[in-house]
């Protein structure tokens, strides 16, 4: 079975700091790897993913995160946050091998992320 | 703009009521899917549509149920058995079930009981 875990419910960062949002995994195959955001009272939006190949993923809004496979960690990362990246931040994984309706994306629980100005 | 639609945004449900939450998408994408939304608990996976006219139970599916008679539309009900409907509901598509696709959501449908 796929799990994702975010061991942080909340992570404070002043503004122009850099910030990191963790995220853990489990599969039993190989991993595809999502981070996606939320706004308040709004959808998610789509961040980056990792599939396979360079272990750092840039995305939109100048997040990356990188991927470590003997810790099976996935953590995002932006080198200098903005009061505006703060929101709801999700982690999802889907196993390589799973099947059925296994292999629909698993999400971990979120990490609110607060930017102080 | 391409993107999902849900609809209504605030729905209100009475005890022993059924409610439908629309989801249209106009990105010609084959799979879509529900999620429900709990403080705390990231997102459940209630159904989800890989082709028109078929679709399958995700991981909370009792208590509710979808048609997908047309590619843009997924409409899910979520009828009187589920007796903690109290949620913030989210529509998802993707082009595809493949492993490597992200999926596009809406903006979501907060229900609430009366």
């Known amino acids: 079975a796929q799990s994702v875990a975010q061991p942080e419910d909340q992570v404070n960062v002043a503004e122009g700091n850099p910030l990191t949002v963790k995220c853990t995994y489990s599969?039993?195959?190989?991993?595809?790897l999502f981070w996606y955001v939320q706004y308040p009272n709004r959808g998610l939006q789509f961040l980056l993913k990792?599939?396979?190949?360079?272990?750092l993923v840039k995305g939109s809004y100048g997040f990356e995160a990188e991927f470590n496979k003997s810790q099976t960690s996935f953590h995002l990362k932006k080198p200098s946050a903005l009061v505006s990246d703060s929101a709801l931040y999700f982690c999802a994984v889907r196993d390589s091998i799973s099947s059925g309706s296994a292999r629909q994306l698993t999400f971990g629980s979120g990490t609110q992320l607060t930017v102080l100005p | 703009d391409g993107g999902i639609t849900q609809s209504p945004k605030y729905l209100f449900r009475k005890e022993g009521q059924n409610v439908t939450l629309s989801c249209e998408q106009n990105?010609?994408?084959?799979?879509m899917y529900w999620y429900r939304q709990d403080p705390g608990q990231g997102l459940r996976l209630i159904y989800y549509s890989q082709i028109v006219n078929d679709f399958q139970k995700g991981d909370i599916a009792e208590g509710y149920s979808v048609s997908r008679e047309k590619k843009e539309s997924f409409p899910l009900t979520v009828t009187s058995a589920q007796k903690n409907p109290t949620a913030f509901y989210l529509c998802?598509?993707?082009?595809?079930?493949?492993?490597?696709?992200?999926?596009?959501f809406g903006d979501g449908t907060r229900l609430s009981i009366l």
């Open positions: 990105l010609n994408h084959d799979a």
């Open positions: 998802a598509s993707s082009i595809e079930t493949g492993l490597s696709q992200p999926q596009h």
């Open positions: 990792y599939i396979t190949g360079d272990n």
């Open positions: 599969v039993s195959g190989n991993p595809y």
